[in-house]
């Protein structure tokens, strides 16, 4: 553990290779000249955070984005020495990098290794070239089989594939070979997501000339159900609506957010909790990196919650855990509001989408479907 009050870092690193067509997060396609202007702002940001916060010794940080391995080997280890040497992770600190399928090499991966990268999340999305190629990915299956290969011999032993349920194309029988396909390399925890589709993609727009077809729900919860099926009886836990680890594999750095723990994000469009505070850089690479070089001050977002906001936030994420939700019957100042909740949560087990466990609440199984009108019924 770490004797610092904020014991999470975020690290958000805007570069892709290409856009994929369902995605609506701030990134750009990369170029080296903005990437080293970028890695020298980012550098400066943590230094000034280190000196306003003290931390030091965080027990888990996260890189990722964007796709944290499409810096150079040499900006990439020099960002992560850099972290390394202003905040001292905890010995036995996690340390995850996201990663895309063919943008590693072995020395890279030997690189983050020997840095303190113990843990990669791949974002494989699909194990069908076509697929893949349809939706602007650059890697195919073959480049996920040999990344992961690589990835056990530099001798990182947590290893996420990240896959999503319901591409365009894909049909039932398709998404059950990608399940049977990723357990075939033995990772250590799956996420799987659905896919809003986000107006103003390239997937809504070729959605709207009739290129592709959309999911509707029913295809959707049936490949859920099918995953979490498939998935517990080969000896994962669902230990989140959309994460399953095996046993003692959990993302530690994702429980710390479902926990409602403080943290610091660095980097353009990263976001950050402290106590009551919540503050949101602007996604913009180039304004980022011109103010922090010319020694201003980051361009952010800010806002204060209530301690009863930060307490539903709280709740928002504790619901769609596998530990739940815990309401204590105590006096304090939140008695009236647990209370409250305690109320909403009987009405939704009335309708068989809670149920209690002495002073905690968890989503059913038609719950977990339905999580966000839980979250939303809950908290008004
Ligand atoms: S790799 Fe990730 S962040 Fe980059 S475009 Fe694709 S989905 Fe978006």
Known sequence: MTDSPISHVYVHVPFCSS??????????????????????????????????????????????GGTPTQLSDELYAELAEHIRDSVCPAVDAEWTSEC??????????????????????????????????????????????????????????????????CLPGVSDA??????????????????????????????????ERGEVTLWDEETYFRRLDHTETFLTQRGFE?????????????????????????????????????GLMRWTNTPDVKGY????????????????????????????????????????HEDGPFSALYANWRDGLAALETNGLVRREDERWHLTHAGRWMADTVAAALLN
């Open 289 to 328: 990196s011109k103010a922090l070089l010319r020694g201003d001050a980051v361009p952010r977002t800010e806002e204060h919650v209530t301690p009863e906001e930060d307490l539903s936030e709280r709740c928002m994420f504790a619901i769609r855990t596998g530990d739940g939700l815990h309401l204590p």
């Open 19 to 64: 856009k994929c067509t369902y995605c609506a997060l701030y990134s750009t396609v990369h170029r080296d000249e903005p990437a080293r202007d970028y890695v020298a702002a980012l550098k400066l940001e943590i230094e000034k955070s280190a000196q306003s916060f003290g931390f030091r010794g965080p027990d888990t940080i996260f890189f990722g």
């Open 238 to 274: 669902r230990y989140e609506i959309s994460n399953y680890a095996k046993e003692g594999r959990r993302c530690r750095h994702n429980m710390a957010y479902w926990s409602g723990r403080d943290y610091i994000g660095f980097g353009p469009g990263a976001s950050s909790r402290v």
């Open 174 to 207: 398709r998404w059950c070979e990608d399940l049977e396909q990723a357990l075939t390399l033995s990772p250590e925890h799956i996420s799987v997501y659905g896919l809003t589709p986000e107006p103003g993609t390239v997937l809504v727009h070729q959605a």
């Open 100 to 165: 895309a399928p063919g943008t590693l090499t072995a020395a890279k991966l030997r690189t983050m290794r020997a840095v303190g990268i113990n843990r990669l999340s791949f974002g494989v999305q699909s194990l069908d070239n076509e697929v893949l190629k349809s939706i602007n990915r650059r890697h195919n299956a073959q480049d996920v089989a040999d990344t992961f290969r690589m990835a056990r011999e530099a001798g990182i032993d947590r290893v996420g594939l990240d896959l999503i349920a």
